[in-house]
């Protein structure tokens, strides 16, 4: 019998400790609390297992990468270089655009009255 990695002899071992701790009084209540929290984590974790099945489906249907899905910070930096690359090209294009226009001969600043 095996619990949590825990043998049989290393339960009663605890349930004895327990049972001395809490007292025969409220080792109900306190068992019930534990059972509680116990399904509580078995429900939390089965919720998180499915999320994780549920987002590599997803992934699986729109031919993403699985990994890149589950990861998302991967696809954040992905969508900031692609910003990065958007930008740099419009960069360019006004680099371009402001090398066409011919230059002001004269001083850089007039007065203007």
């Known amino acids: 019998m095996s619990f949590f990695g825990i043998g049989a002899q ?8 327990l049972l001395i701790v809490v007292g025969p ?13 116990v399904r509580k984590f078995k429900e939390m974790s089965a919720d998180i297992g499915k999320d994780f099945k549920d987002m590599a489906d997803e992934a699986k249907e729109s031919g993403k990468d699985i990994h890149e899905s589950l990861n998302p910070v991967a696809g ?3 969508d900031i270089k ?6 740099k090209g419009i ?19 007039q ?3």
Not at 25 to 37: C, F, M, N
Not at 96 to 106: E, F, S, V
């Open 25 to 37: 009084s409220r080792l109900p209540e306190v068992a019930s609390s534990l059972g509680k929290g």
């Open 82 to 87: 692609e910003i990065s690359d958007d930008v």
């Open 10 to 17: 290393e339960l009663i071992l605890i349930l004895l400790i």
């Open 111 to 113: 007065k203007i009255t």
């Open 91 to 109: 960069g360019k294009e006004i680099t371009t655009a402001t090398d066409t226009i011919p230059k002001a001969k004269g001083p850089a600043t």
């Open 76 to 78: 954040i930096q992905k």
